[in-house]
């Protein structure tokens, strides 16, 4: 079923779910289906005129640029239509950010921009936090795109590149059975670099407890390399 709703003029990007976020004139909307990717559905304005959306991950969240920043919308729910936007500063040095993409884990890569010299510096935002891809090579020069699984698409000054983060593995043990009414249960979170080369900037991990526990207090952890 085609829709030809107006407001579909200016789309610029759509997510599995089949929301489309549109640069309108004179406000950028969202567009939310009914259903899982159906034809109907609701034309929400997004922010306003200052905010301008560039990509759309398949839970909602919103990458774009707002006076020179980059910022993130996230929805009140998975693919909702109400939300709450965060605009990220820039790094200390930088006159300007240029987001590229988006992937599902809200990681976003794109280009650091220096008024003086009118240099760029090719960045990936994860956990708060940017991260300098040229140290990792000199000649990686625009992003292209970013997947959920993390891989970056870079375009070099003589090649193109793929960038895949290192395999990690997370186990979890303990000694005994944990019964009702403990006081003191302790258990051990092992993350593992599965790759050969070394990783770079923070690792991030998140453990669910089971219904019923609750943690009380949290180690300290410690690192050990592999030869």
């Known amino acids: 079923t085609m829709n030809t709703a107006n407001e579909l003029v200016g789309v610029g990007a759509m997510n599995d779910y089949g929301q489309a976020i549109i640069n309108a004139?004179?406000?950028?909307?969202?567009?939310?289906?009914?259903?899982?990717?159906?034809?109907?559905?609701?034309?929400?304005?997004?922010?306003d005129t200052s905010y301008g959306p560039l990509a759309i991950n398949k839970n909602g969240m919103v990458l774009g640029t707002h006076n020179q920043e980059a910022f993130l919308w996230v929805p009140n729910s998975p693919n909702g239509s109400t939300?709450?936007?965060?605009?990220?500063?820039?790094?200390?040095?930088?006159?300007?950010?240029?987001?590229?993409?988006l992937n599902a884990n809200g990681q976003f890569?794109?280009?650091?921009?220096?008024?003086?010299?009118?240099?760029?510096?090719?960045f990936l935002y994860s956990g708060g936090t940017f991260?300098?891809?040229t140290l990792l090579n000199t000649d990686f020069s625009y992003l292209n795109g970013i997947n959920d699984a993390?891989?970056?698409?870079?375009?070099?000054?003589?090649?193109i590149y793929l960038l895949t983060p290192p395999p990690m593995q997370v186990s979890s043990t303990?000694?005994?059975?944990?019964?009702?009414?403990?006081?003191?249960?302790t258990y051990t979170l092992?993350?593992?670099?599965?790759?050969?080369?070394?990783?770079?900037?923070?690792?991030?991990?998140?453990d669910t407890l089971p219904t019923g526990l609750t943690?009380?207090?949290?180690?300290?952890?410690?690192?050990?390399?592999?030869v």
Do not use: M, W
């Open 174 to 185: 303990h000694v005994g059975n944990f019964v009702q009414g403990q006081s003191i249960a």
């Open 25 to 47: 004139n004179p406000q950028p909307l969202l567009f939310t289906p009914s259903v899982p990717n159906g034809s109907k559905g609701t034309f929400t304005p997004f922010l």
């Open 83 to 101: 939300g709450t936007v965060t605009v990220i500063p820039l790094p200390a040095g930088y006159d300007a950010t240029a987001p590229v993409d």
């Open 215 to 226: 943690a009380s207090e949290i180690g300290r952890a410690s690192c050990r390399e592999r």
């Open 131 to 133: 991260y300098d891809l």
């Open 109 to 122: 890569v794109g280009v650091l921009g220096k008024a003086v010299g009118g240099t760029t510096t090719p």
């Open 190 to 206: 092992s993350v593992e670099n599965a790759a050969t080369t070394a990783t770079s900037g923070a690792v991030s991990v998140t």
């Open 150 to 159: 993390g891989q970056i698409a870079i375009t070099g000054r003589g090649s």
